[in-house]
Structure formats: C-alpha cells, structure tokens
C-alpha cells in the first residue's frame, strides 16, 4: 500500500550538475568546455550549463556533454565510457531513463600532462 505524500520535483539544473560532475571525473577528460555551440543554446529550448545540454522528455532524458579531451587518450573509449558513467548516475541518482547521450569532443587540451 503505497501513501500519497505529494510530488518531489526535481529541477533540470540538477541532471546538469550530475552530468557535469560525473562528465569530468571521467580519466581523461581535460575539463567541459565554457558554452554549449548552437543556436539551441540561444533559443533556451533545452536547459544549458557549462559543457552540458539536456533535455527531457516524457521523464526520458537527453544529454549532449561538450568536452576537451587530454591528450593521449583513445577519445572513442573515452566517449563509451562518458556515456557508460553518466547513464548509470542519472538512472542511481536521479531515476529517470536516459535516451541518449552524445558525447561531442571538441578538443584535444595541448597543456599539461599526458593522459
């Protein structure tokens, strides 16, 4: 017998801030890039942060992350994994089903060390 206690809303900045923090503590990301590149971005059809687009729809979320890889790194394994890590941290954290997400590598960072 389930009890009706009212609704929990969570607030797309918070699958933004999972992304991000999950995003970058993947080895061999450099860091998320500063804007999200398209004009989505300047329409606000989707909700933006530094590096990360999401989108939902239907309580199925969408993810674009934007990043600089290190250099070294095998930079499809890196966007599997990506996608493994954050996958999994918004279906534990968030439980919501994720659709898609892409990983868009936008750079290879040529400062600091190898790997």
């Given amino acids: 017998m389930e009890e009706n206690l009212g609704k929990v809303t969570i607030a797309a900045n918070v699958l933004v801030t999972i992304v991000q923090k999950t995003a970058s503590s993947v080895p061999g990301v450099a860091r998320l890039v500063d804007r999200v590149p398209g004009v989505k971005r300047l329409l606000g059809l989707h909700t933006v942060g530094q590096g990360v687009e999401v ?61």
């Fill in 55 to 115: 989108h939902v729809v239907d309580n199925q979320v969408s993810v674009d992350v934007y990043l600089v890889a290190r250099r070294g790194v095998e930079l499809l394994q890196l966007g599997r994994q990506i996608q493994r890590e954050v996958s999994r941290a918004i279906l534990h954290i968030v439980g919501m089903d994720v659709r898609e997400v892409n990983v868009h590598i936008e750079d290879i960072a040529t400062d600091g060390p190898q790997g």
